[in-house]
């Protein structure tokens, strides 16, 4: 849009009332020409705009904010970066209506870029960033794009610059900018595109302060679209943006750069992470560039499967391994995948090792090939203190990795890599000599066999991972004939000399096998020594581990670690799980920095030495499992945090000094035979959650045998006072015969209560203070088959399940905030009393549920009509009688609006009769139901929905009741209208009948 301001003599009251803000004009490119008047006086509304604004408010008096409007209009306009004929062309006007010319023209035709050939799998990546930038808005706003190399950021900025650039009045896309601002003058050449191409006038710069004070100058009142590709370094983004405040009202700027702390640092409004292609995407890419179609042929189809799965979702691998592999037949596909398995392709490597070499220092980098070649799938913390060990910083370095797109770290707080930036760091070791012996780290069990065979091994190996199985079974493959029994069952046997030249060793892995000889000759500086399945009973005296970190020895034949006290002041974490012939714990004494003991499912373990309550820095103990157990340690280290005696099912009792551990946050001590828990308990200040369940129905060990009277006649489980627990979130005590009598603590003292579980108890009625907890949220009294009410609940509850509580009668809501009620199969549950108070949308489930009164069964449809609930599950197989629209077996119904006003219709009722019919029980709710509507007459869908939670009856009939209010109907409906309601069942689940019914 132009706007054109000249000096006018006459009244220009016509066009200022029909002058509009041209911001408000959405999408819209304003340029402002200034014709015989400056813009100044247009903003200080001087001279005949003055003499024009007098005469409008004598005539506006009594709409005077009409002509503020236009003032502000105008001055804002004013503003907009624009063309002057006295500072442009010195009067001349006809060089001024060139300029004019040249300056639409640049509008009109913005310099689009070229995506990429195939530009598979972004459109929905694009979009997401566009709606990041909320184009329209009068603030600049920044948003980042960040990823590993290849994922295709560049061809997304591309494809946003693209669909925005005509939307601004000046735009740019400068590519490349890591490789550019390292030539030459590069930001120096780097600031002149940016002027050039928003501006289209060439500008010569002296230096980059001057660019700056350019860009400053030019850019101030432009509203613009730049787009920086390739950022790697503040003093880049100094150069070109700078700041918001060097740009225009609704400038908008997008980075891509691999290392996304470069965007905090920034204060990017949004950052975007790039995502991989899906499965789907991948072929299809792949397909155009080998294939120059979407699909593969059908005999190629399996191979380019192989192919994606190699490579992942990476849209440079696709394209770069695609076009390598055009007409190519199916042998020269087979070879190029096998040679891929064991070499990256070299195009694709050189374009990621760029990432590796940017990385600052030897450190970091040694630290990404230690986990590329021996930890991906680990658990961060565990190989954090490996890699502590070897003389790294991985509290802040594994971050980097993580922000410079090289690393990711799971929600199960594992280390993951995508395969070819694995490959890529695996490839740099490979080439650093051709003799394996003399690579710092091997992995490859070819290569760590010939090294171990041949002793070829020198100082500069520092790793080695073995996986000693892999080889036997590439050893039996390799001949001709079936394996004996006698080789099938040998270990592949080594010797220890293969280690004596490489006196750098610093990780071992190991997984089976035998090492014989004398182990003085193993590597003193041992930092990590993981020997799965070891075949030793105990470790050899001479056995040097003085540097030892980590001793990882699971599912080993270990008896005992060592014969004598043995002193290894590094060591940090002992873990000898599933080792089911150990039998007696060192003597700790010597470990003094042991902060995680692990001995999960070492079922032959007696007891725990003593001097475990020396450790100073213990804060992790798994004794979960350890059927043998019959006592822990009278002391425990102050400073353990969380301790894991789950499935201890001979442990009787908690120290009673338990109290003292004042470290505790978590307690999991289900299913052992601990009778009461020491009064000492309510000490633990910091404990989180305390998790101490029985045994549960269908679980009885061997010493668990008692009957109800023995258990009543005991100390109660309980102690008298939970005061002390002022942190405690989670308690569970289920299966623990809690009685009305054996049952004296008030549970509402523990302040910080979110999850609560006491199911299976012995109780008719709540233990005291559950309703005064005042952040309970989850609830769970499942299977307390006594318990006759549930009037406690407190206002913050958002759960309560109270399923198989066959003798409870009816539920209390006292408050105007319901919690999701599942009280399935409680056959004596006659009602709910308050729902018809409460304003939220609670869940209701009451499958088997056949006691309902059917005052209750009324009220539960006059709540739901009314939009309180969102849906309920009823037993019963009647659709109620005052259903006029409706139909047996059969899975939808159609009805006509009537041609009254439809915003007189508050919604619509869905009645569904349903059985349950899947052979599979394992899950609670194993069967959904989905419910549409659609219009018929161009079959549009209106709305969708499922069950808020699963739906599941045992056989027997059920009702779905969902109400659906017309305000969530997607789309227009009119009187004379023909809808069709549609219940598709789930799996299992077989439909009775389906009914409609409009509520007015």
Known sequence: MMTIFLEEK????????QFKNPRHSTGQIVLPVFYDIGPSDIRKQTGSFAEAFDRHEERFKERMEKVQKWRKALVEAANLSGLDLHSVANGHESKFVQKIVQEVSSKLNPRYMNVAAYPVGIDSQVKDIIAMLSVGTNEVRTVGIYGMPGIGKTAIAKAVFNQLCHKFEGSCFLSNIRKNSDQHNGLLQLQEQLLFDSFTEKT???????????????????????????????????????????????????????????????????????????????????????????????????????????????????????????????????SAIEKLKKNPHRQIQSQLKTSFDDLDGDKLKGMFLDIACFFIGMDKDYVGKILDGRGFYPEIDINILRERSLLTVNSENKLQMHSLLRDMGREIIRQMDPNPGKRSRLW?????????????????????????????????????????????????????????????????????????????????????????????????????????????????????????????????????????????????SGLPSLERLILENCENIADIHQSIGELKKLVFLNLKGCRSLKNLPESLPSTLETLNTTGCIRLEKFPEHFGDVQGLIEVQANKTEVHHLPSSIGNLKKLKKLFVCGCGYGYVPELAMYSEEIVIKQQPFLPLSFSGLSSLTTLHISNRHLSNSNTSVNLGSLSSLQDLKLASNDFSELP??????????????????????????????????????????????????????????????????????????????????????????????????????????????????????????????????????????????????????????????????????????????????????????????????????????????????????????????TLRKCGAQLIF
């Not at 006459?10 to 009332?17: D, G, R, T, V």
């Not at 929905?945 to 009741?961: A, C, L, M, N």
């Open 444 to 588: 490859l069990h070819e290569d760590v066999m010939e090294v171990l065979q041949k002793c070829s091994g020198t100082e500069v190996v520092e790793g080695i991972m073995l996986d000693a199985q892999a080889s036997k079974d590439a050893f039996l493959s390799s001949t001709s004939l079936a394996p004996t029994t006698s080789q099938a069952s040998k270990d592949v046997v080594l010797s220890t000399t293969s280690f004596a030249r490489m006196t750098s060793l610093q990780l071992l892995q190991f997984s089976g096998g035998q090492l014989l000889g004398h182990y003085e000759h193993v590597s003193e500086a041992l930092i990590w020594l993981c020997w799965h399945k070891c075949s030793l009973r105990t470790l050899p005296h001479k056995f040097q581990l003085d540097s030892l970190v980590v001793l990882d020895m699971q599912h080993s034949e270990i008896r005992e670690l060592w014969k004598k006290t043995k002193c290894l002041n590094n060591l940090k974490v002992l873990d000898l799980s599933h080792s089911m012939f150990f039998v007696k714990t060192p003597n700790f």
């Open 10 to 17: 006459k009244s220009p009251h016509k066009s200022s009332k």
């Open 204 to 334: 010569w710069l002296a230096d980059v302060d001057a660019g700056i004070n350019g860009i400053k100058s030019q850019f101030c009142r432009k509203r613009v679209l730049v787009i920086l590709d390739d950022i790697d370094r503040m003093e880049q983004m100094h150069a070109l943006v700078g700041e918001r405040g060097w740009f225009g009202p609704g400038s908008r700027i997008v980075i891509t750069t691999r290392d996304e702390h470069l965007l905090t640092q920034l204060e990017v409004v949004k950052k975007y992470p790039a995502k991989e292609l899906n499965h789907e995407e991948s072929l299809q890419l792949l397909s155009w560039h080998a294939f120059r179609e979407p699909h593969p042929g059908i005999e190629y189809v399996e191979l380019s499967k192989v192919l994606v799965d190699c490579v992942g979702g990476v849209p440079l691998a696709l394209e770069v391994l695609g076009s390598y592999l055009f007409r190519r037949s199916i042998p020269e596909w087979t």
């Open 768 to 989: 005291a203070g559950i309703g005064h907890l005042p952040k309970l949220e989850i609830l769970d009294l499942s299977a307390c088959r006594n318990l006759l009410f549930i009037s406690e609940i407190p206002s913050s509850l958002r759960t309560l399940v109270a399923l198989d509580c066959i003798s409870l009668e009816k539920v209390s809501i006292q408050s105007k905030t319901a919690p999701d009620l599942l009280l399935s199969r409680c056959g004596k549950l006659a009602e709910i009393q308050g729902l018809e108070s409460v304003e939220n949308k609670p869940v209701i489930r009451m499958e088997n549920c056949n006691n309902l009164s059917n005052n209750f069964k009324e009220l539960l449809l006059q709540v739901l009509s009314k939009g309180k609930l969102p849906d309920i599950v009823l037993p019963g197989s009647d659709v109620p009688h005052w259903f006029t629209q409706y139909q047996r077996a059969i899975s939808s119904s159609t009805f006509r609006i009537p041609t009254i006003s439809v915003g007189l219709i508050q919604g619509l009722i869905v009645w569904t009769v349903y059985a349950d019919t899947c052979k599979d029980k394992l899950f609670s709710y194993s069967s959904l139901c989905s419910a549409s509507i659609r219009k018929k007459n161009d079959n549009t869908e209106l709305f969708y929905t499922r069950p808020y939670f699963g739906i599941s009856s045992k056989d027997e009939d059920h009702s779905w009741v969902i109400y659906i209010p017309f305000s969530r109907i997607q789309g227009t409906i009119e009187g004379g209208d023909e809808l069709e309601v549609s219940v598709k069942p789930g799996n299992g689940t």
